[in-house]
């Protein structure tokens, strides 16, 4: 599809209208979502498998099937996102559903702008999103789901996740997470149950925990202004990050829409991060 086209058509949107179920219909018929997200046949499945031989292998409560299940409400914010803001390169915590919709933007993006993006950019791979799964059994299944047509905008990978401390509060860590500058994050993992690990006899992999991840501290001052971070309801989570990122961040909570938005809000760094800035506030 055309950058034009789809710039038209997003122009009549806003993103408190991903609650409304009309609204989200018709997005999803325009850029033809259903069908990117279409359920896997049986031999697609990683290893031939609808779901694992065990559900404890993917780290969820045995009656939770839920990743297999797009809500698509979610889904068309995500991409509305990124088309709206022009966003280069997305870092993913969690990988699903909303890899695939999220790389399908960046395609549309990409085929627009992969010119000026190689001239004006100094990231190796523009438009292009970095998935990190807290399961490898999920990160196959997301590879799977985006298929050959969207695999060259997509990186999917998997990690195990640690428990340790920040500030000697509690929280969760991949032990890899992918080496990239994101300007819009998309915080949907890990859960509470990827770490296994406990500290003084406190285990987070509990019905009665909730997720606490914290990566985001450690990069926090190589992020660029303007970016964006989207969180999918942890709200518990959001106010640990909020007590202890730095910088100068503009936190909204749609409650709608059960997700967070925090902005990075301050002047560029110089010429190169105002150029960035300026591409994506032009159109």
């Known amino acids: ?127 292009k999103l970095f998935s990190v799964d807290e399961n490898e059994y999920f990160s196959n299944l997301t590879t799977k789901r985006i298929g050959v047509s969207l695999q060259e905008y997509a990186s999917i990978s998997s990690s195990n996740v640690t428990l340790k401390t920040h500030d000697s509060r509690y929280c969760t ?36 925990r909730m997720p606490m991840s914290a990566d985001i501290l450690g990069f926090e001052f190589f992020l660029n202004p303007g970016t964006l971070i989207l969180v999918d309801g942890r709200t518990a989570n959001v106010r640990f990050l909020k007590q202890y990122l730095k910088r100068n961040w503009i936190h909204t909570h749609d409650v709608d829409g059960d997700v967070h938005y925090l902005v990075l809000n301050e002047d560029p760094f110089g010429a190169y991060s105002k150029s960035i800035i300026d591409f994506k506030n032009n159109n």
Not at 15 to 29: C, G, H, P, S, W
Not at 74 to 89: E, F, P
Not at 176 to 205: E, T
Request: a negative charge; one cysteine or more; charged letters at 25%.
């Open 173 to 208: 860590f991949f032990d890899n997470v992918p080496n990239v500058s994101p300007d819009f994050i998309l915080l949907d993992g890990p859960d509470q149950y990827a770490a296994k690990d406990s500290i003084n006899g406190f285990q987070i992999s509990d019905a009665a």
């Open 1 to 127: 599809m055309q950058y034009k086209k789809a710039k038209d058509f997003i122009s009549e949107y806003e993103l408190t209208d991903f609650t409304n179920e009309k609204k989200v219909a018709r997005y999803v018929t325009f850029f033809n979502l259903d069908k990117l997200c279409k359920p896997l046949d049986e031999d697609q499945m990683p290893n031939g498998q609808l779901f694992p031989v065990s559900l404890s292998i993917i780290n969820l409560p045995n009656e939770d099937i839920s990743p297999y299940r797009p809500v698509f409400g979610d889904l068309c914010r995500l991409h509305y996102i990124v088309l709206s803001n022009k966003m280069i390169n997305v870092l993913e915590f969690g990988s699903g559903f909303s890899s695939v919709v999220i790389s399908h933007a960046l395609m549309i993006l990409k085929n627009e702008f992969h010119s000026w993006a190689n001239e004006n950019l100094r990231s190796k791979d523009p438009f």
